[in-house]
């Protein structure tokens, strides 16, 4: 069995790294790696002209590292070969920049990723971002309630009675309301709603639907305080993307949705994991066109997260809706 410290020791790789670009008889043989379009011929020679490198034959040490590098890339389950060289690949990032070192090419100060924490830690985080910004519409709605109560309370009308508000008058307004909290049931989940059920203005519930459609949308643009410890299933190292919106694409593919989950994107700080991130995203783009960091390890500390849901179903994975909902 190879260690650990054999791999440290006995990989040669020569005095560039991954710089061997395939000729074009090489494109598409199989018993070398990643040759299997002309695009990553034509991606990799910009990059060593763009670094003033040189070019040289790749080790075979270098190709089987770039076959578990592509290998990853293109199906994240296929992650052990690349984990074992991991260690070696951060001991040599100095000395190979332009392939190794995230920082060496577009500048970013954030990373993100598609996941789907648990419901309670999410839930935790919007109760205190809805609190703060304690919107006037909602306390003069329910004015002894609390903001996220009030959030919680419109977020268990059915998407399509909020939609089509605008258009209602207030007897229709009215009857949307009383339907929904009597034949739902739903002051089983909202007890302190019995005390408003028969004087619920009308024009003051439409206006804080507005605010309702606002401050979703307010989430998902810009996301929520979340400085929240993640330890992500992904063992051994986690992909983040310097784009936010390429993280939710890549992750949607993969991520289901789950009763106990809200799925969004959870945003770190860059220079905080410096030590522990590896590739320039124009390299990982001759893969697969991501803007792909790895982070060595599945630990990091969150900062902000962005729901995900539709504008006004953002917390359709919380228990507030009345069965049958969705």
């Known amino acids: 069995m190879i260690k650990l410290k054999d791999?440290?020791?006995?990989?040669?790789?020569?005095?560039?790294?991954?710089?061997?670009?395939?000729?074009?008889?090489?494109?598409?043989?199989?018993?070398?790696?990643?040759?299997r379009a002309k695009w990553f011929k034509t991606k990799?020679?910009?990059?060593?002209?763009?670094?003033?490198?040189?070019?040289?034959?790749?080790?075979?040490?270098?190709?089987?590292?770039?076959?578990?590098?592509?290998?990853?890339?293109?199906?994240?389950?296929?992650?052990?070969?690349?984990?074992?060289?991991?260690?070696?690949?951060?001991?040599?990032?100095?000395?190979?920049?332009?392939?190794?070192d995230p920082f060496e090419g577009e500048k970013f100060r954030f990373l993100y990723r598609g996941m789907s924490p648990d419901r309670d830690i999410v839930e935790?985080?919007?109760?205190?971002?809805?609190?703060?910004?304690?919107?006037?519409?909602?306390?003069?709605?329910?004015p002894t309630e609390t903001p996220w109560e009030i959030f919680k309370f419109l977020n268990s009308f059915k998407v399509r009675s909020l939609h089509e508000i605008w258009k209602m008058n207030d007897e229709e307004v009215q009857s949307i309301i009383d339907k929904h909290i009597n034949f739902n049931e739903i002051w089983k989940k909202f007890p302190w709603i019995t005390k408003y059920k028969d004087n619920i203005d009308s024009k003051k519930f439409r206006e804080a639907a507005k605010v309702l459609k606002d401050l979703s949308g307010e989430m998902i643009r810009s996301g929520i305080e979340f400085n929240t410890p993640i330890e992500s299933r992904s063992k051994g190292l986690t992909s983040f993307s310097i784009q936010s919106k390429m993280a939710i694409d890549v992750s949607q593919?993969?991520?289901?949705?789950?009763?106990?989950?809200?799925?969004?994107?959870?945003?770190?700080?860059?220079?905080?994991?410096?030590?522990?991130?590896?590739?320039?995203?124009e390299f990982t783009n001759i893969f697969r066109n991501e803007d792909e960091v790895i982070l060595v390890g599945n630990k990091f500390q969150a900062n902000r997260f962005y729901?995900?849901?539709?504008?006004?179903?953002?917390?359709?994975?919380?228990?507030?809706?009345?069965d049958g909902y969705y």
């Open 44 to 100: 990799l020679e910009y990059l060593i002209k763009k670094y003033n490198l040189s070019g040289e034959e790749n080790t075979d040490e270098e190709d089987e590292m770039l076959r578990a590098i592509e290998r990853y890339i293109q199906s994240p389950q296929y992650k052990t070969d690349l984990v074992k060289y991991l260690p070696f690949l951060l001991k040599v990032k100095s000395k190979f920049p332009y392939i190794l």
């Open 253 to 281: 593919a993969f991520l289901s949705p789950a009763p106990d989950k809200i799925y969004g994107l959870v945003r770190i700080n860059a220079d905080d994991n410096s030590s522990n991130l590896l590739f320039n995203p």
């Open 124 to 142: 935790k985080a919007m109760e205190k971002h809805i609190n703060e910004v304690s919107p006037l519409s909602f306390k003069n709605l329910f």
């Open 7 to 35: 791999i440290l020791k006995e990989l040669e790789v020569g005095d560039e790294l991954f710089t061997d670009a395939p000729s074009i008889d090489d494109i598409g043989k199989r018993d070398r790696p990643n040759y």
């Open 307 to 322: 729901p995900q849901h539709g504008t006004f179903d953002i917390l359709r994975h919380l228990d507030t809706s009345p």
